[in-house]
């Protein structure tokens, strides 16, 4: 209780802070190591906060801002040897940027062979970069290292830890509310899949065997709901310890590399490939028949040993039909990245599984309200089969992803799930038999009413194939970039870039935002002007050509129809590119409040400076309405998807401009 109180309190808290939070969730180390007696290896280490990425030195043009080393080399004392050399890093094909984009997560470690050639012991270094997390990105930040180059014979020494900051107030961290929505949706998703597990015939039969048992053994209903909240305990406690072996074999590490390892994918599709067989009819996996005995003896011993090895029992003897599912979730649950998910994907798991062995047992006249075990046992383990089938597919598909084989493009991906969930339809309907299958009559209510799903889904999925979106599972298909057809039907081409060419009767600054001609001024003072020529409140948008949600705010929030008739008629909006890497005119360059000393080089220094100033936060996008004395209409929001929310704080603040 503790635990997801303090959980609760952190999220109470970050909601309170988003809108006056500045972010600093990369810190710097520097370390040297001695090669000769005159050669050494700069080593910079990154340390990054959960939920956030770094961008590698290699990003293709047009894509964000890559991390980029320059090294004062004290008028020669030093010579520089080839480039800075990175880690390996993550690779995926980034559906709004349209290409390949290597960034790091956790940690990220950078070397650099140089040669000293005076007697300098000191060199400094700058790195500039730029991080981004699932709901905003951070404006290019540069930090200064410094190298400790040690003196004497020692073979290696650590020089004196650089912590890099950006003078910025000390402010309280983001919590990750990322790992957070992750490891909610692993309970939820194993907490759903254990009650399918109790539906199957290896399981459901067991709940009044078991339940009956207790009863009977006890000498009183009050010892017998404690004998089997004991049993259902035990169950928790097995799974949860092997999700906890999980995580120790693979640590943290390994599991923050599953995503998009190209081996572990291709084993992750064929393990679901095995289990999906399985749950079809082609095998059965079982545990030795050993081990269940042995089990057996040692749950005869009574007390709280005994019926621990009764839970252990019920884990091997129910394997066939738990295993497969257990498999998939600790797959999926190591996939995320954290090392916690495993070990909360079989707590809720094995809660599910558990719950109802004590609640039969305290009110034993439930049992009679259960249906009869029967052949729709076994198409519960079917449906399962197809459903465990159709998720290999894509973590085949992170593999092609990576290799960039385009074997596994859109088109195809959704051909294959429309055969599987087609098929499933027609197994429902009694169409298709398989083994261990019973004949079908008649159609139950619930046996229809799936199929009727299934088949609606299947249909809903048809379009795909010619460049629909397909937004109800947008997460497991590959990006619509990565197509035979990738400006299909339903997919508009909408990029961040801003149009270059003027037009005739554009005030002056002012420019259409393409595809929908929203004016827009990338000039503060400008647009501020035309609003006031106009008689219109400004909407400052505070966004990046590499801010991916700010992407996802205009393909699919702006353009709304009664949002889009907000910003191109009641509003003057101006955008300000904090990445923009345009310098500043010379009398622009002006030095940074923030970093006494140094000076504002590009017009994003400029834009993010003042959000950082005037906001007190960093990242985009951000959304503030303002009158013509510069004061807020209304409180300013950042990343808002729910279109309605979003459309209500443009009304709101419009309606309190006088």
Same mark, same amino acid.
């Given at each position: ?334 996939? %995320? /990245? ?5 070990? $909360? ?5 094995? *809660? =599910? !599984? #558990?719950?109802? &062995? ?15 075990? %029967? /052949? ?5 383990? $079917? ?5 465990? *089938? =159709? !998720? #290999?597919?894509? &973590? ?263």
């Amino acid at each position: 209780m503790k635990k997801l109180a303090t959980v609760v309190i952190c999220l109470l808290i970050y909601q309170l802070q988003t809108l006056a939070q500045i972010h600093d969730p990369v810190k710097w180390q520097t370390s040297v190591e001695k090669i000769s007696d005159t050669e050494y290896k700069l080593i910079s280490r990154a340390t990054i906060d959960p939920g956030w990425h770094l961008y590698s030195q290699d990003v293709p043009e047009d894509g964000p801002v890559p991390t980029t080393f320059t090294y004062d080399d004290e008028n020669g004392a030093f010579k520089i040897i080839g480039n800075t050399t990175e880690e390996e890093g993550h690779t995926i094909a980034d559906p709004y940027f349209g290409m390949d984009i290597k960034y790091f997560e956790n940690s990220a470690v950078f070397e650099q062979q140089i040669v000293v050639q005076g007697d300098k012991n000191e060199l400094t270094a700058f790195v500039e970069f730029m991080v981004c997390d699932d709901t905003s990105c951070l404006p290019p930040a540069e930090v200064t290292l410094t190298f400790l180059i040690p003196t004497g014979t020692a073979g290696q020494r650590d020089a004196q830890n650089s912590e890099a900051a950006e003078d910025l107030s000390s402010t309280p961290k983001k919590a990750s509310k990322t790992n957070e929505r992750g490891l909610f949706a692993i309970f939820f998703i194993a907490f759903i899949s254990g009650f399918a597990a109790l539906l199957t015939p290896c399981v459901f039969p067991l709940i009044p065997m078991t339940v009956s048992f207790f009863t009977k053994q006890s000498k009183s209903k009050a010892a017998g709901v404690r004998n089997a909240t004991l049993y259902g305990i035990s169950i928790v406690i097995i799974y949860v310890l092997l999700g906890s072996l999980v995580s120790l074999i693979f640590g943290a590490d390994a599991l923050n590399a599953l995503a998009t390892n190209v081996w572990f994918n291709i084993v992750f599709f064929l393990l679901l490939l095995v289990f999906a067989a399985s749950f079809l009819g082609a095998f059965e996996l079982t545990l030795p028949h050993t081990w269940a005995n042995k089990v057996d003896r040692q749950a005869d011993k009574g007390g709280f040993i005994g019926i621990f090895f009764m839970a252990l029992a019920l884990a091997i003897v129910s394997f066939s039909c738990t295993g497969p599912i257990v498999g998939t979730l600790l797959v999926e649950a190591a996939a %995320g /990245g954290s090392q916690v998910g495993p070990i $909360v994907g079989m707590l809720g798991f094995s *809660l =599910a !599984l #558990a719950i109802p &062995f004590a609640l039969f047992a305290a009110f034993p006249g439930w049992l009679n309200s259960l249906p009869k075990s %029967g /052949g729709w046992l076994n198409s519960v383990k $079917v449906v399962l089969g197809f459903l465990e *089938l =159709a !998720l #290999a597919f894509k &973590f085949l598909s992170n593999a092609d992803l990576v290799l960039q084989l385009h074997w596994l493009e859109r088109e195809v991906f959704i051909a294959v799930w429309i055969a599987i969930f087609g098929a499933l339809t027609l197994y429902l309907f009694g169409k298709i038999q398989l083994p261990n299958d019973t004949p079908v009559t008649h159609l139950s209510v619930p046996r229809l009413s799936l199929a009727l799903v299934t088949c609606a889904f299947t249909l809903y999925m048809i379009p795909g194939l010619w460049g629909a979106p397909l937004n109800l599972i947008s997460a497991f298909p590959p990006p619509q970039h990565y197509s035979e057809s990738p400006y299909g039907v339903g997919f508009a081409k909408t990029g961040g870039g801003l149009a270059s060419t003027s037009h005739d009767g554009l005030p002056e600054g002012g420019h259409l935002l393409p595809p929908h001609n929203i004016l827009a001024f990338n000039d503060y003072d400008k647009g501020l002007a035309y609003a006031k020529e106009v008689g219109k409140p400004v909407m400052i948008d505070f966004t990046g050509h590499a801010c991916v949600n700010c992407r996802k705010m205009e393909q699919n929030v702006w353009v709304k129809p009664k949002v889009l008739d907000i910003l191109k008629n009641k509003v003057v909006l101006i955008s300000l590119y904090v990445d923009d890497k345009r310098k500043l005119a010379a009398q622009e360059m002006v030095e940074s409040k923030l970093k006494p000393g140094k000076k504002l080089k590009y017009i994003g220094q400029k834009w993010s400076e003042l959000q950082t100033i005037k906001y007190k936060t960093n990242s985009q996008p951000f959304y503030v309405l303002m009158d013509h004395n510069e004061e807020n209409l209304i409180d300013p929001v950042a990343y808002t998807p729910d279109v309605d929310t979003y459309y209500n704080w443009l009304t709101d603040g419009i309606g309190n401009y006088k």
